[in-house]
T-cell receptor
Framework: NAGVTQTPKFRVLKTGQSMTLLCAQDMNHEYMYWYRQDPGMGLRLIHYSVGEGTTAKGEVPDGYNVSRLKKQNFLLGLESAAPSQTSVYFC??????????????FGNGTRLTVT | DQQVKQNSPSLSVQEGRISILNCDYTNSMFDYFLWYKKYPAEGPTFLISISSIKDKNEDGRFTVFLNKSAKHLSLHIVPSQPGDSAVYFCAAIKTSYDKVIFGPGTSLSVIP
């Protein structure tokens, strides 16, 4: 099993460009999440999904959109990239609502630079 | 305002000694606390957790202690090994939420 796979691994965008980050999981998990990691800020939740066809806002949703058309995939879109969106993006999944026995499984991240 | 705080951005420990990583939280309604470990260029991986009704949980070299009255938890690694060098994130969960709240992380270096 590959677990959680994120593509691409690296990307450089110019301000105003758009892109989509793809997350795929092969564990049949219901819940999927997008986080961003910034120095001194830890991991902050952008959007999440509790099942196929559902999405919800996290702590820092502005400037991002998501879709969960298939259970195994969770897409994160940036419609008009800004330098403030320079970050490392992590996708995660969990079998059910996060708890001590349903921890998050993370992908290896996408490093995005917006110039 | 950060609900989960890790006030030490970095920690350096000699191999074989004890590493103690600290975490403070502000919301007394959290039900579970978890520690994740992250190596460079990889995603975080789950390490150990503790329920708010317990004060200690142990798994091999790793032990997490919870002091609810102080809203404080700590991760002890004994003995520390060079392979433990990583960033450690403290995280908290309230079961009625669908979200995990992470702290900013502490970078541990274990010196051979």
């Amino acid at each position: 099993n590959a677990g959680v796979t994120q593509t691409p691994k690296f990307r450089v965008l110019k301000t105003g460009q758009s892109m989509t980050l793809l997350c795929a999981q092969d564990m049949n998990h219901e819940y999927m999440y997008w986080y961003r990691q910034d120095p001194g800020m830890g991991l902050r939740l952008i959007h999440y999904s509790v099942g196929e066809g559902t999405t919800a806002k996290g702590e820092v949703p502005d400037g991002y959109n998501v879709s969960r058309l298939k259970k195994q995939n969770f897409l994160l879109g940036l419609e008009s990239a800004a330098p403030s969106q320079t970050s490392v993006y992590f996708c995660a999944s969990s079998r059910q609502r996060s708890s001590y026995n349903s921890p998050l499984h993370f992908g290896n991240g996408t490093r995005l630079t917006v110039t | 305002d950060q609900q989960v705080k890790q006030n030490s951005p970095s920690l350096s420990v000699q191999e074989g000694r004890i590493s103690i990583l600290n975490c403070d939280y502000t919301n007394s309604m959290f039900d579970y606390f978890l520690w994740y470990k992250k190596y460079p260029a990889e995603g975080p991986t789950f390490l150990i957790s503790i329920s708010s009704i317990k004060d200690k949980n142990e798994d091999g070299r790793f032990t997490v202690f919870l002091n609810k009255s102080a809203k404080h938890l700590s991760l002890h690694i004994v003995p520390s090994q060079p392979g433990d060098s990583a960033v450690y994130f403290c995280a908290a969960i309230k079961t009625s939420y669908d979200k995990v709240i992470f702290g900013p992380g502490t970078s541990l270096s274990v010196i051979p």
